[in-house]
């Protein structure tokens, strides 16, 4: 706790309270945005493998079967409590760890795989998050990575901009970044990219 920011605190906050209705609040796009994405990422993932911002644990029923190694992160106490839930119901064994994604306190190259699934939207800073990822993963290990992005149709962008003029500042939701962008400046190396229509949501694998 003593490397976080007063504003990771309040952000940990803000989503130890969101997390009893999360998974009813984003249901409707669950199925039709971020489930696809999710897929796409649990069949990339191998080895040791971490998961930051793991959030209610949607990722985890993918899992099931195939990741033996696992560690999740997540700033919000909460959010680890019922991704730990799930973890159990679905039969997936985890470690669980609470810090700032730009802080993990973890080892060095300790990783074969490191997934971030519809996260980057809310932190502080990008590319901090994106060097601590890539810091923690082995050398020739992979980022995994989706998330709602900047939209290539003029009218999502419009959207977005609206989005990002109402949304709480305690929220910390930024609806039009691109974490693909800066994964050269992190030290990796992208590998493979796909987007959904109107690039509504992105994802993709980067090397160490």
């Known amino acids: 706790m003593a490397a976080w920011s007063t504003m990771s605190v309040t952000r940990a906050q803000y989503w130890d ?50 990741v033996t190694d696992l560690t999740i992160v997540d700033v919000s106490p909460a959010m680890l409590r019922a991704a730990s839930a799930r973890a159990a119901t679905v039969g997936v064994p985890v470690r669980v760890v609470q810090a700032d994604a730009a802080h993990l306190g973890l080892p060095d190259a300790s990783f074969d795989t490191v997934v971030c699934t519809f996260s980057m939207c809310c932190v502080v800073d990008e590319l901090a998050v994106l060097r601590e990822l890539a810091r923690v993963l082995r050398p020739g290990g992979r980022l995994l990575m989706a998330d709602h992005v900047e939209s290539s149709a003029r009218l999502g962008r419009g959207v977005q901009r609206v989005l990002d003029r109402v949304t709480p500042d305690h929220a910390g939701e930024h609806h039009r970044r691109r974490p693909l962008l800066l994964v050269e400046q992190a030290g ?13 949501v992105e994802q993709f694998a980067a090397t160490r």
């Open 17 to 66: 309270g969101q997390a009893p209705n999360y998974d009813r609040t984003t249901a409707f796009l669950e199925p039709r945005l971020f489930a696809p994405a999710r897929r796409w990422i649990a069949e990339r993932v191998s080895g040791r493998t971490l998961e930051v911002g793991v959030g209610t644990g949607a990722n985890l029923p993918y899992y099931a079967g195939q």
């Open 188 to 200: 990796l190396t992208p590998v493979e990219t796909v987007a959904s229509r109107w690039r509504l």
